[in-house]
């Protein structure tokens, strides 16, 4: 049994009681259910007190929402990197998508082995042996929801400081989530890419949520992409999930953003400089309309300087080492405002 170090769990065991009224049992024959199941889980003290009618329809009434939309969460239990979904349930199957660590998905269907899930934008099949389901994946979610600032409008600014006057430091796209930090009288402070910034009130909504699925676009040999770009693109994506840390080169210790496009490329027999800004100038300039994966993208602060790169893997989507809070991860290019595209591998 995997434990968690945050033990909001009432409002999880709630949740189960909850089901169990849902299915039309009396109340008492719901409760000895709950608490038979969540002995299994470690957590049944919970319910030795006597408890009355009320007070159970009071606990049952908090779990409403207590898993965050799903009917049936499941959570990728993967010790690092991603799960695998799968267009078929089969390992020799199309790849469609990754669950990484901790990301919480819908089951749809179990057997022999594999789940039917869905999350995010992906719909596939997962092995179940990486997939926590039941109590412990309620568990497991009531440890790792987070808060993020879901943006509602196209183009929204992002600026320096918690005022119009401020400088804007990107714009970002409609369905965007930011890292949500603290809010302030009208205005939203977030994190992009580490970097703290703010946003209007009137242009976010603030929801707690779990990581879901990536959508990820599977490049192949002999479609139209050069078999290097494919094979850095691949290699790339192999360090999803691993750390963030300022300055570091190490793809599975870590790295910052140049140090993971350095690290990469070098794999490749490409030489790159420690610093985006530099990384910027090392390549030929292209405009994002020429994007081939294994590209450079590079992003900039208020001053207009360069100060975040990433690879374009396709499928509109880069990979990137985001923050130390996030990693490296997968987003779309457009996340917030492109100022340079560069080719460096010259095919």
């Not at 750390?243 to 490749?268: H, I, Q």
């Not at 790169?309 to 923050?323: E, F, L, T």
Request: net charge negative; charged share 20%.
């Amino acid at each position: 049994m995997r434990y968690f170090k945050n033990h909001r769990k009432l409002t999880v065991i709630s949740a189960g009681l909850a089901c169990c009224m849902a299915l039309g049992q009396p109340l008492g024959a719901a409760a000895a259910e709950s608490s038979s199941i969540l002995q299994s889980a470690g957590v049944g003290s919970l319910f030795e007190a006597d408890r009355t009618s009320e007070e159970y329809m009071e606990i049952a009434q908090q779990a409403q929402g207590a898993a965050w939309g799903y009917t049936n969460i499941g959570i990728a239990n993967v010790e690092s990197g991603n799960l695998n979904v799968r267009v078929a349930p089969s390992t020799d199957s199309k790849l469609v998508g990754k669950l990484p660590k901790n990301a919480a998905c819908e089951v749809l269907e179990e057997s022999d082995g594999w789940a039917h899930i869905k999350s995010g934008e992906v719909e596939g099949y997962v092995n179940t042996e990486f997939l926590f389901t039941g109590p412990e994946a309620k568990l497991a979610a009531n440890d790792l929801v987070h808060t993020v600032a879901v943006v509602n409008v196209d183009g929204l600014n992002v600026r320096d400081e918690a005022n119009t006057e401020s400088a804007v430091l990107t714009q970002v796209p409609k369905g965007e989530e930011l890292e949500y930090v603290e809010a302030l009288d009208g205005w939203i402070k977030v994190s992009i890419d580490g970097e703290d910034a703010y946003v209007s009130s009137d242009y976010v909504a603030v929801e707690d949520k779990l990581d879901t699925a990536i959508t990820m676009t599977e490049l192949l040999y002999g479609q139209g992409v050069s078999d290097v770009r494919v094979e850095l693109v691949e290699y790339a994506k192999q360090f999803l999930g691993n750390p963030y840390v300022w300055g570091g080169t190490s793809l599975t210790k870590g790295a910052d953003c140049s140090g993971f496009v350095l690290s990469v490329f070098k794999k490749f027999g490409v030489s790159l400089s420690h610093h985006s800004g530099t990384q910027a100038k090392e390549g030929t300039k292209i405009s994002a309309s020429d994007l081939k994966p294994g590209d450079l993208v590079f992003y900039a602060n208020s001053s207009g300087n360069i100060n975040h790169v990433a690879i374009y893997i396709g499928g509109g989507q880069v990979i990137h080492a985001s923050s130390p809070k996030t990693g490296i991860k997968i987003s779309k290019y457009n996340y917030r405002t492109p100022v340079r595209c560069v080719r460096v591998l010259q095919d």
